[in-house]
């Protein structure tokens, strides 16, 4: 056998080894990855090791691990001699591990594994070691992460969830702190009261369950780390409409998640004059992927608060609940395995997050503005029923929200609301560099109305956080497509639902998402009305809605805007809201978007 050659740090490290189930080859490790050849010709062994990948790229590598001396397998092909093996035979071994989409489902990965051997040790460990360096060399990569498990959600196996992806982080080096909640409310409380101290010892917290978890974390992180002006309350709009302005109200405080603050004023055309004075995020140069460069804790003070947008901090979402339209709407699938490999080789995605305001929680309660937040969506009247009725009977799993549906259209109920919202130009062209419809100009979505959310997705990649700057003034960044040429447009009667998603939020049940075309980070919210109508046609909206391919929003008493904020009063004395899939009490409100707010670990849906 050759010896190994390529000592030196950044050589190509090349010598024979022996590929458990193939035979002897001859290996090769540089910087692009692994690769490997047969050292002679043989038909029959040509043949046979056409079925594996000759060439394994370091971004499809996620580890290499050390084995014992143990037994590596001759070629499966009988007839093969010659340079090969004479029996199974026993050394030291190592395996590469890296993924490979599915044939059948691309957004779907499968794990892989080549075991390699070598009679002596320290050729082994020479290649591992190797592999180590490369991998610790990208900085995408997490080294830590804070993992919370919802044990009871979904099919109550949150605990197996985890269990069935764990070793994939061990292999990977992923540091984990595994935190099994006890309660409702568990995970928004550890994420509220962390330290920025330890929050920065951390790439990220995974949250192993479904969506209401998910926003539970989201909630805990942001409550205290977004500092942001809130959107004008419905009062307020209505208001300045009732008085012939369509335009946003003028010189109104700030509310800072709970706190008055007198520092800035929101000034008529939406925007913060703070944010002005401090500095003009659209004029630098967008934060490339290889810029979020972690901060270090020894600098790490009281003046550099952790804030969001975030330039390196990630959330990762292990499907394990009962809807998971996060998980399928960013990465295409709903499968752990999946979520787990992007979450390990550092994948990154800017997720849209709504700011929801609620100013009273019913008719009778005294105005007391509260913040929440949402990653997918937020819906009243239908949807806010449902989760209402479904939460009665969480003991069926998943099945609930199928008997809840259909009790709640059974009950035929539409409901008495005002909502307003802001109408922003739909001929706005999104800059594309990598796209292929691009002229050069940009994409016009009017020209492409229904350009579908995807790896590379030319709308989405134009939303990197901006850099994270030491003060708590610069950290707002408000979608930036309040602008001169947005309205204030109100509508007014009774409603069967009033719904906002934020991403496409594909489902099982909704194979295409409640709307097709909304992407990840395109700052928008798609305000889907639905006008009380016979309940013929809303059922057939709803299997429209069912069905793939089918259009569920092509239905005159369906109406579709894309705004950026929206506002909304119930007539009734109740109301009640579905905010990510979880309940949500609230007679008025006003929302509004975040472009890119968060990352997440995503490569976006393979479709
Ligand atoms: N240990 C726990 N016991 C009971 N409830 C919990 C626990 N941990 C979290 N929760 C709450 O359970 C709610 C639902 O969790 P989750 O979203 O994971 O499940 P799901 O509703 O089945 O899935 P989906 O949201 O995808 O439909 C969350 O709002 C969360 O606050």
């Known amino acids: 056998m050759n010896p190994v050659s390529g000592h030196g740090e950044g050589e190509a490290l090349s010598c024979n080894l022996f590929f458990d189930r193939v035979g002897e080859v001859s290996a090769t490790l540089n910087s692009d990855g692994f690769s490997w050849k047969l050292p002679e ?15 394994i790229t370091f971004p499809e590598i996620y580890a290499a691990e050390l084995m014992n001396w143990g037994l590596i397998h001759n070629s499966m092909l009988p007839s093969a001699g010659g340079f090969l093996l004479g029996s199974n035979s026993e050394m030291f071994r190592f395996v ?26 320290g050729t082994c460990e020479t290649w591992v070691n190797r592999i180590h360096c490369y991998l610790n060399s990208d900085i995408q990569r997490p080294k830590g992460l804070l993992v919370f498990v919802h044990p009871t959600s979904g099919k109550r196996n949150g605990c197996r969830t ?23 409310g568990h995970a928004f409380d550890v994420m509220k009261s962390i330290s920025d101290r ?24 942001l409550s205290s780390r977004h500092k942001a002006p809130y ?39 939406h925007t913060p004059d703070h944010a002005l004075l401090h500095h003009n995020e659209d004029s630098d140069p967008l934060l490339h992927s290889s810029d979020a460069i972690r901060p270090n ?44 490999l992007q979450i390990v080789l550092g994948k990154r995605k800017c997720l849209d997050i709504a700011q929801v305001v609620r100013w009273k929680a019913s008719a009778s309660s005294k105005e007391e503005p ?66 292929i419809q691009d002229s050069g ?32 003034h610069s950290s707002f960044k408000l979608s930036s497509h309040h602008g001169e040429n947005s309205r204030w447009l109100r509508s007014k009667g009774r409603f069967i639902s009033v719904g906002a998603a934020i991403i496409s939020c594909r489902n099982e049940r909704a194979p295409d998402g409640v709307v097709v075309d909304a992407h990840l980070a395109d700052g928008f919210l798609h305000l889907i009305l639905i006008k009380d109508c016979p309940r013929p046609l809303y059922l057939w909206h709803l299997i429209h809605l069912a069905r793939k391919g089918a259009d569920p929003l092509d239905f005159d008493f369906v109406e579709h805007h894309k705004t950026t904020a929206f506002t909304f009063i119930s007539s009734g004395e109740e109301s009640v809201w579905n905010l990510d899939g979880e309940l949500f009490q609230a007679h008025q409100l006003s929302a509004q978007v975040f472009r890119g707010l968060i990352s997440l670990f995503a490569s976006g849906p393979d479709v």
């Open 370 to 435: 509260s913040v929440h937040y949402a990653a997918s969506f937020a819906g009243y009247g239908f949807y806010g029923d449902v989760v209402k009725e479904s939460e009665k009977c969480r003991w069926m799993g998943p099945a609930r929200y199928d008997y809840a549906g259909t009790k709640v259209f059974m009950k035929n109920r539409s409901y008495q609301a005002e909502v307003a919202f802001l109408d922003v130009q739909e001929s706005r062209v999104f800059p594309g560099p990598n796209c």
């Open 297 to 340: 804790s020894v600098d790490f003070d009281r003046d550099n608060m952790f804030s969001f947008p975030n330039p390196w901090f990630r959330f990762g979402i292990i499907p394990s609940g009962s809807t998971d339209a996060i998980v399928i709407s960013t990465t295409g699938t709903r499968d752990p395995i999946t979520s787990a």
């Open 162 to 184: 985890w269990e069935s992806v764990a070793s994939i982080f061990g292999r990977a080096r992923v540091r984990t702190r595994l935190i099994v909640t006890q309660r409702a």
């Open 41 to 55: 010709s043989n038909n029959e062994l040509v043949k046979l090791s056409s079925k594996f990948q000759k060439e």
């Open 231 to 269: 959107p004008p309350s419905p009062a307020e709009v209505l208001h300045s409409l009732d008085n012939g302005s369509n335009r946003c109200p003028v010189k109104r405080e700030f509310f800072i998640n709970g706190h008055t603050g007198d520092y800035a004023y929101v000034s008529e055309d």
């Open 96 to 121: 590469v591990h890296w993924y490979k989409k599915s044939k059948t489902k691309p957004s779907l990965w499968v794990q892989m594994a080549y075991t390699f051997g070598h009679k002596d040790l």
């Open 441 to 472: 100009e940009g994409i016009n979505l009017s020209k492409n109305p229904k350009l579908i959310c995807q790896v590379n997705c030319p709308i989405c990649i134009d939303a990197r956080p901006p850099p994270q700057v030491p003060s708590i």
């Open 198 to 221: 330890e929050l920065i010892s951390y790439d990220g917290v995974v949250a192993v369950g479904g969506d209401g978890f998910f926003n539970e974390i989201l909630n805990g992180l």
